[in-house]
């Protein structure tokens, strides 16, 4: 059974930093691309962030690069977060979610998401 | 980057009901790599479509995608209970993916 638990969230100032981590099990984790959507409270899914499966390509969405950074560690089949400069706005729902490859597949398992709040 | 619109934002049906789900693109999703995502409260999304027309696994035949190049339907033939949620549209053509608005499914 294909797993992604994240981990991570947390409250944090307007200012900080957060690392969230994904753990992932049950399913080939090298072979696949990996993603970041997150969802504010009461709001709609925003993608932030992919790279692929040898982390050859990163994208990020306007809206986080330059404060985010994706990474991976596919010998302990993780993917992480790196959150600088963390914006109130940036409050949500973190979600980890893989597709075979980028672009060209969709989000077929997600995981339950970590909350993060950003308040002083 | 495609902009991806959705309507109506609300649709009130009862169960037994026939759902029509709208998603427009702002430009021709390449190769029609669009997807459909049902997202209950508390819940992470789950894909319901992909490719614009191909269930994905485990999805119920009642369930049904159709549309290409800009303009995309989601349709549910006969609502279940378990079936009012919010649904979101989401193009995978690009490697900037970007998701719809959303469409709430609620109860009449």
């Known amino acids: 059974e294909v797993q992604l638990v994240e981990s991570g969230g947390g409250l944090v100032k307007p200012g900080g930093s957060l690392r969230l981590s994904c753990a992932a099990s049950?399913?080939?984790?090298?072979?696949?691309?990996m993603t970041w959507v997150r969802q504010a409270p009461g709001k709609g899914l925003e993608w932030i962030s992919s790279?692929?499966?040898?982390?050859?390509?990163?994208y990020y969405a306007d809206s986080v690069k330059g404060r985010f950074t994706i990474s991976r560690d596919n010998a302990k089949n993780s993917l992480y977060l790196q959150m600088d400069s963390l914006r109130a706005e940036d409050s949500a729902v973190y979600y980890c979610?893989?597709?075979?490859?980028?672009?060209?597949?969709?989000?077929?398992?997600w995981g339950q998401g970590t909350l993060v709040t950003v308040s002083s | 980057e495609v902009v991806l619109t959705q309507s109506p934002g609300i649709l009130s049906l009862s169960p037994g009901e026939r759902a029509t789900l709208s998603c427009t693109a702002s430009?021709?999703?390449?190769?029609?790599?669009l997807a459909w995502y049902q997202q209950k409260p508390g819940q992470a999304p789950r894909l319901l479509i992909s490719?614009?027309?191909s269930r994905a696994t485990g999805i119920p035949d009642r369930f049904s995608g159709s549309g290409s190049g800009t303009d995309f339907t989601l349709t549910i033939s006969r609502l279940e209970p378990e079936d009012f949620a919010v649904y979101y549209c989401?193009?995978?053509?690009?490697?900037?993916?970007?998701f719809g608005p959303g469409t709430k499914v609620d109860f009449k």
């Open positions: 979610a893989r597709c075979l490859v980028i672009p060209d597949a969709p989000l077929d398992s």
């Open positions: 430009q021709s999703v390449r190769r029609n790599y």
């Open positions: 490719g614009a027309s």
């Open positions: 049950g399913f080939t984790f090298s072979v696949y691309s």
């Open positions: 989401q193009q995978y053509g690009t490697s900037l993916f970007t």
């Open positions: 790279a692929t499966s040898s982390s050859n390509y990163i």
